[in-house]
């Protein structure tokens, strides 16, 4: 998460250097982006295999991630019918991420031993 905030809040810096730059906060973005759904997912299905409704889990994640999605998309088109900067989209999306990386941060260190319990009673 905290690389995601980190390649969003360059996206306007590396815009201004060059279009060809922007690419890789760009590839940043869309390879951790997508990364992070996958341990996110398996933390799912562990923390809910033994009510055997993993699955279900996983799907209504899913779901709200693609709602998310979808709301962040329609903010940041109402934003630009009020013609405010694009780098807004993206310091704003940033400051989410930053958000979602400090809420791990704290979770993680609330049950720092969680993941290596799961691993060792496998």
Known sequence: MAILAVALFLLPATAALGAWLVMLPIAVWGAVGWALQVPQNNELIHAREQQGDGNLAVALN???????????????????????????LASGAGIVAALGALVQLLVLRRAPTAGRVRAESH
């Open 62 to 88: 899913e779901s709200a991630l693609y709602l998310g999605s979808a709301i962040g998309a329609a903010l940041g088109g109402v934003l630009l019918l009020q013609q405010w900067p694009v780098s807004v």
